[in-house]
Each structure stands twice: as C-alpha cells, then as structure tokens.
C-alpha cells in the first residue's frame, strides 16, 4: 500500500507526462487572413477607372457595385484585388468573388470563386497563397482550398489533401 505522499508524487508524474506528451506533438499550423472590405468608390480614381473598364467588358457592371478587398497573395508587394457584390449575403448565402491582378496596364481576372466567404490561407501552391472558400453555413470548417494553377494560369479547385 502506498502513503499518501507517494500517491501524489505519482500523479505529479503522471500529469507531467501527460502535458509534456501533449505539448511536444506535432500539429499543423494554420493560419488564415480575413478579408477587410471597402467600397470600391473608396479606392482611388485611376485603379477605380481601370475596374470600371475591366467590370463593363467582362461583366456588363460597374464598379459601383461592388465592395473590394486588397491583399499580397504572391508577395511581390503587389496587392491583388478581391471584389464581391455590395448585395452580397442579403439575398443569397452564396457570393462570387472576382479574384483581379494588375497586370502592366491591365487587369487580369485569376478567378472566379462562389462562397459564402472567402479568406487567404497561409498554404501556397508555386509561391502563391491559397484561397479558402467557405460554403456550409452550419459547418464553419468546412471550405475548398482553391490553389494556383501555373498551367491554368488561374486558381483552381485543388485536392484536400493540404488539411491532413
């Protein structure tokens, strides 16, 4: 039979072993960015111009429609473009985001992306951030990873296997 104090020393033991198990396995690190979302009228008159021309052309709109995001996603300190309707969510739970890159003196559309919201992962895929698009509205993680496609020249739906 053992005393008192031996007992404690060996849940001291024990519960040392657990949080030294515990903190020294590995886990993956995920980090995502939000979005920050500003009217497209907020943005300057030269890049709101060149949206206004790229919207009409492509997608018979116009920029006053649309709320932008800017971020990094290549880290060529050059920001990339994320536009969605102002509507967006008022009317439907699913949104298309317009993923836009400046391009010389152009825009260039690198995706098209339907969810209800759309985040930057920390993963890239050829040096260039992932997207995480969120769909389900009762699971919050569950998203697609939308990776670059240097093929493709776009981003494209990619496998799951970056979560495992």
Sequence with gaps: ???????????????????????STERPAFAIEELSYVPVNDIGPSLRLQLNAFLKQNFNSDSSDYIMAETDLNGDNLLEHILKRKNCGQYTNICTHLIIAEKEDELALL???????????????????????????????????????????????GANEIRN
């Design 1 to 23: 039979m053992t005393t008192l104090s031996e007992r404690c020393v060996i849940i001291t033991a024990a519960l040392l072993l657990m949080v030294i198990l515990l903190t």
């Design 111 to 157: 995706s098209k992306i339907s969810a209800k919201h759309l985040m930057v992962g920390d993963d890239e895929s050829y040096g260039i951030k992932n997207l995480l698009a969120f769909k389900n509205p009762t699971n919050a993680y569950d998203f697609d990873i939308y990776m670059w496609s240097p093929r493709e020249k776009m981003y494209i739906l």
